[in-house]
Every structure is written in C-alpha cells, then in structure tokens.
T-cell receptor
Framework: ETGVTQTPRHLVMGMTNKKSLKCEQH?????MYWYKQSAKKPLELMFV???????ENNSVPSRFSPECPNSSHLFLHLHTLQPEDSALYLC?????????????FGPGTRLTVL | QKEVEQNSGPLSVPEGAIASLNCTYS??????FFWYRQYSGKSPELIMF????GDKEDGRFTAQLNKASQYVSLLIRDSQPSDSATYLC?????????FGAGTTVTVRA
C-alpha cells in the first residue's frame, strides 16, 4: 500500500447506527487531518492531529469523534448522525503541521445517512 | 467574506488552448498557496504549490502569485481533455488549509 488509504470507500448508515471510518498513511508523515466535502461547498477542515495530539477541533458536533492511536492511523467514529452529515469524508496527511507542508489526500469515504 | 473565492465556472476551453483560473483570498497573513485537481468522484490531488510572489512553472502548469493584490492564478497550457476536472485553490498561514469551492474546467475536443 502506498500513499493515504481510507476504508470503507462507501458507507450507508441509519441515524441510530455507530460506525467508524479508518485512514492509514504510508508516507511517514506526522500530521493527519479529517475533512468533510459536501456538494458545491468548499472542503471543511474538521480535525487536525500533529504527532498524535489533536491540535484542531473545528467546531465539529460531538457525534463525530476522532481517534489517532499512532502517527500512521486516524479514525473517525460516527454515532447518531443526521441526513445532512451525508458527504465525502477525506483524510489527509502531511510531513508536519506547518504552512510549507503539503497535504496529501486519501480517496475518501462516501457517507450516506438515511 | 469567504476566505478563498473562485469562480465556480464552468470554464470551457478548446483543446490546445490556455485555461486561466483565478483565486482571491482575504487573509493577508496567508503564506502558502496550493492548487489541487479533483476529478468527479475522486479525491483532490496536488498540482502545484507556491510561496513567493511571481510565477512558478511545472510542465504545462504555471502558478502566479501576487500577495499585494491577494491573488493567485493557475494557467494550463495546451489544454487536454484529461484536464477536465474541478480545480481547487487553497491557502494556509499555519496548518489549517482553507479551500475555495473550486472552478470546473471542461476541455472541448
């Protein structure tokens, strides 16, 4: 595996379900990110982890819960979501969390909440 | 005011022509600027980044930055049908990347 991988690629869940999204980076990076991309809207930064420490929680509802057990893995735990949470969820990683550090994106998880 | 503004398009150009994409940003503290390409249903992929005023060329792509005018652009020379995609402009002053909504480009064969 190379780059940034995400599983699952597609997920359909009910509002009462609990599910998790997984991201893994094989680039030796130290920073990882979760973004949400809704139709016709800019990518929205949700969470940032640098050296496994959360450095940003961008006013995200508590029904989204991130976890970063090590510098290569990032999870997004989902519970009691709403239909408006349906979107493409993208994971990214970068060497560090500095302005010069380019972020590389995974393929995304297409989430549909019924 | 949006942090990053782009014309949504679509921008339609004939094959072989130059596609010109524009982006403005509001935060004068912005340090780094990125252009990503996103095909329909796919994730963004980095095309170029630029930090300094002026032009930066990479193959058929040229990024231009004017910090005084808070303006960054992307030129695609010799446009190909495979360049048809949405192009995302992004800026950062720290680790938080702020994106525009993207410009959709269609290259006509």
């Amino acid at each position: 595996e190379t780059g940034v991988t995400q599983t699952p690629r597609h997920l359909v869940m009910g509002m009462t379900n609990k599910k998790s999204l997984k991201c893994e980076q094989h680039l030796g990076h130290n920073a990882m990110y979760w973004y949400k991309q809704s139709a016709k809207k800019p990518l929205e930064l949700m969470f940032v982890y640098s050296l496994e420490e959360r450095v940003e929680n961008n006013s995200v509802p508590s029904r989204f819960s991130p976890e970063c057990p090590n510098s290569s893995h990032l999870f997004l735990h989902l519970h009691t979501l709403q239909p408006e949470d349906s979107a493409l969820y993208l994971c990214a990683s970068s060497q560090g969390a500095r302005p010069v550090d380019t972020q590389y994106f995974g393929p995304g998880t297409r989430l549909t909440v019924l | 005011q949006k942090e990053v503004e782009q014309n949504s398009g679509p921008l339609s150009v004939p094959e072989g022509a130059i596609a010109s994409l524009n982006c403005t940003y509001s935060d004068r503290g912005s340090q780094s600027f990125f252009w990503y390409r996103q095909y329909s249903g796919k994730s963004p992929e980095l095309i170029m980044f630029i930090y300094s005023n002026g032009d930066k060329e990479d193959g058929r792509f040229t990024a231009q930055l004017n910090k005084a005018s808070q303006y960054v652009s992307l030129l695609i020379r010799d446009s190909q049908p495979s360049d048809s995609a949405t192009y995302l402009c992004a800026r950062t002053g720290d680790y938080k990347l702020s994106f525009g909504a993207g410009t959709t480009v269609t290259v006509r064969a």
